[in-house]
């Protein structure tokens, strides 16, 4: 298994500010995603974290509204920028091991909620 | 790009009853996830696979891959069960780590 930490598990942030989550694995993995669960919404994946990379982000998400950083195999960072209500969901990393379809684990997730 | 159709999408039952929620997906896959999402928001994964059946104490999961679909059973269901199950898939056909496409979840409560 992996043991995934986030940080911080909530925040309350104010419209137009930035905040910037950490993920930390215990040991070294393949692939680390960033997903976002949205209040009521199934979870959507926002990016893939390339390890010394620019992030692939998915279908509506865009690099100057979630950057994302990877600089090793058990480290990542998502940054939620300049906020709007509407960004108040849960944020979640999960990261897989293998190459395969391996068991994807999840990290505790950052509930955000923006005022 | 593979799509999720989870079903029922609340279902509330009695403590001891036997629950089956149903997940079929549209890209053949090379391995199905069932989660469990807690009122917190926590997720853990239940299951993994791939092909046929897997059990893990009173939860059974079973696959087909031919007719693109899966089913998680719980039998004697118990209160503590009450989460939300969700089923989710590889973004995209084919093989490698795919980032997954999720199911909207089943909202299960579990009544004493």
């Known amino acids: 298994s992996a043991v995934i930490s986030q940080k911080p598990s909530r925040d309350i942030c104010q419209r137009g500010t930035s905040l910037t989550i950490q993920c930390q694995v215990d040991?070294?993995?393949?692939?680390m995603f960033w997903y976002r669960q949205q209040p009521g919404q199934s979870l959507t994946l926002i990016a893939t974290a390339n390890q010394g990379s620019e992030a692939t982000y998915e279908s509506g998400f865009v690099i100057d509204k979630f950057p994302i950083s990877r600089p090793n195999l058990t480290f990542s960072t998502l940054t939620v920028s300049n906020m709007s209500p509407e960004d108040s969901s849960i944020y979640l990393c999960s990261v897989v091991r293998g190459r395969s379809a391996d068991t994807q684990y999840f990290g505790p997730g950052t509930r955000l909620t923006v005022l | 790009k593979n799509e999720v159709e989870q079903s029922p999408q609340n279902l509330t039952a009695q403590e001891g009853e036997f629950i089956t929620i149903n997940c079929s997906y549209s890209?053949?896959?090379?391995?199905l996830h069932w989660l469990q999402q807690h009122p917190g928001g926590g997720i853990v994964s239940l299951f993994m696979l791939s092909s046929g059946k897997k059990k893990h104490g009173r939860l059974i999961a079973t696959i087909n891959i031919q007719e693109k679909h899966s089913s998680l059973h719980i039998t004697a269901s118990h209160p503590r069960d009450s989460a939300v199950y969700i089923c989710a898939v590889p973004m995209y056909s084919g093989g490698g780590a795919d980032g997954l496409t999720f199911g909207k979840g089943t909202h299960l409560i579990i009544q004493p």
């Open positions: 040991s070294q993995v393949t692939m």
């Open positions: 890209v053949g896959i090379s391995a």
